[in-house]
């Protein structure tokens, strides 16, 4: 008698960009040491248990999340920076990816900013590091379209700049969509004293 063969174990490969997402907006709703993991996985559509199968641990989960949104947002920047035919559609186009990653991405972004000091201190400093060299990618296309700059000033105003866009993260009665897109835009076009 042959034993019937086992069947491999198939994995949905969206089924861990569910867990993140359900933590965002949870996390972004009642706090990080508010939400379990077992509410995570109600969210997301599976046992508690199973998110382990992905992430070890609630904190591991917290890394995975800001991990994917400043890689994604550093190497959009970086790419941009290397290809864009001139310096001023560059940075432009930087903004845009910036106020699109608040707008589209509103949960994660509010759950960095609230969270990121809940994070094992080497993935914190880590994370850090990554954020500061995303700033850097601006700074240097704003001191190429603005010499007189020195780069304090250009990094002032780049974090000025993302701080326009970041603003309404927390407003409960902001504007939303499109009209928020372009207001974010504008404001941080205008921080940085580039026209379009």
């Not at 046992?47 to 199968?53: C, P, Q, V």
């Not at 850090?128 to 603005?146: C, H, N, P």
């Amino acid at each position: 008698m042959t034993a019937t063969p086992a069947r491999a174990r198939t994995r949905d490969p969206a089924r861990k960009q569910r867990i993140l997402s359900a933590a965002a907006d949870l996390i972004a709703r009642d706090g990080y040491h508010t939400v379990s993991m077992s509410d995570i996985g109600a969210a997301s559509g599976v046992t508690g248990s199973a998110i382990y199968r992905h992430f070890p641990s609630k904190s591991a989960l917290l890394v995975a999340l800001f991990d994917r949104a400043i890689d994604a947002l550093l190497a959009a920047a970086e790419h941009t920076a290397d290809n864009a035919p001139d310096l001023d559609l560059a940075l432009d186009v930087m903004v845009r990816e910036q106020v699109e990653f608040v707008v589209a991405q509103r949960a994660v972004a509010q759950v960095y900013h609230r969270e990121v000091h809940s994070l094992p201190v080497e993935d914190s400093r880590r994370l850090r590091r990554k954020q500061r060299a995303y700033v850097e990618v601006w700074v240097r296309l704003l001191g190429d379209l603005r010499p007189e700059l020195t780069k304090q000033h250009a990094r002032a105003l780049v974090h000025a700049a993302i701080g326009a866009i970041q603003s309404t993260l927390f407003a409960s009665d902001a504007l939303e969509g499109d009209p928020l897109r372009g207001l974010l835009h504008r404001s941080a076009r205008a921080v940085l004293r580039v026209t379009a």
